[in-house]
C-alpha cells in the first residue's frame, strides 16, 4: 500500500459520471493518480522510476538512492543495459527494494521539454510493454540537471494525462500512477497542478 500523504483526486458518484463522458475519463482517470512526498525507495509499486543518466551505472540523488536502497544485484544488471539515451526508458528488477521493477529514464540537462516528455511517455509504454500496473515518479530533471520545478511538473502531469487520454486501454489496465515528491516547492506545485490538469469533473 502506499503510505500517507496520500491524495486522490477523484470526487463524485459513478452514476452522475456515467451521464457524462468528460466527468467520467477524469473521474475514471483521477482516481487513478496520487501525491505522495517522501523517499520513492519507500514505495511498493510495480515500477519506480528512476532520474539516471546516459551510462545507467549510478550517481547522486535519487539514483544514488535506489541504487544503495537496491544493492548490488542492481547495478550488475544496468551494466547489461549499454546505457540509455536521453528522454528514453529502461527496465529492470526491483532486487532488495519494495518495488518489484525500476524504469531508469534519462532527463535532459537543462529545460529541453520534448525530452522531457519522452521520459515520461516512454516509462508509461516501458510499463504497459511489461504489464505493470503500478509507477511511482520522481521530479525527472529537477534536482542535478537543473530543469525548472513548475515547467518540469506542468510537462509530467501533462504528458501523463495526455498519454492516458490516447491510450485508453492500457491507461485503463493502470491501477496507480503515484507522482513522488521530495522537496517542499515540488509538494506545493504538484498541490497546485495536479488538479488543474486532472480536474475533478
Ligand atoms: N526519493 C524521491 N525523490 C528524490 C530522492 C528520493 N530518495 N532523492 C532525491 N530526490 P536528481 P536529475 C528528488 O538530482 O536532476 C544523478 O547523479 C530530488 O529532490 O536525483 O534528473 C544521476 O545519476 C529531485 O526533486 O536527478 C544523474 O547524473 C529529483 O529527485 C543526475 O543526477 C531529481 O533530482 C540526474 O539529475
Redesign the pocket.
Known amino acids: 500500500d502506499i503510505p500517507t500523504v496520500q491524495e486522490n483526486y477523484a470526487t463524485g458518484t459513478l452514476s452522475a459520471a456515467f451521464k457524462n463522458p468528460t466527468f467520467a475519463r477524469n473521474l475514471f482517470w483521477n482516481q487513478k493518480i496520487h501525491l505522495w512526498k ?4 519507500e514505495l511498493e509499486v510495480d515500477a519506480i522510476v528512476n ?3 546516459e ?1 545507467l551505472l ?9 541504487h544503495r ?1 537496491a544493492g548490488k544485484g542492481l547495478l550488475k544488471e544496468c551494466k547489461t543495459l549499454g546505457g540509455c539515451d536521453t528522454g528514453d526508458a529502461k527496465i529492470t528488477k526491483g532486487y532488495l527494494l519494495p518495488a518489484k521493477h525500476v524504469i531508469h529514464t ?2 535532459p ?1 537543462g529545460e529541453k521539454p520534448k525530452l522531457l516528455e519522452s521520459c515520461y511517455r516512454r516509462s508509461l509504454e516501458v510499463l504497459r510493454e511489461n504489464n505493470l500496473e503500478s509507477l511511482a515518479f ?10 525548472p ?1 513548475e515547467n518540469a511538473a506542468r510537462v509530467a502531469i501533462t504528458t501523463v494525462r495526455e498519454w492516458m487520454d490516447n491510450n485508453r486501454s492500457d491507461a485503463e489496465k493502470i491501477q496507480h500512477i503515484v507522482f ?4 517542499d516547492v ?1 509538494e506545493r506545485i504538484y498541490k497546485r497542478l495536479l488538479p488543474e490538469i486532472f480536474p475533478k469533473a
Not at 38 to 41: A, E, K, N, Q, W
Not at 58 to 66: Q, R
Not at 138 to 147: A, D, Q, R
Open positions: 517522501g523517499d520513492i525507495t532520474a539516471a543518466n551510462s549510478g550517481g547522486g540523488g535519487v539514483d544514488g538512492s535506489i536502497a534519462v532527463g540537462i520522481c521530479c525527472v530533471s529537477t534536482g542535478v540537471y537543473g530543469y520545478n513522488c515528491v521530495f522537496l515540488d
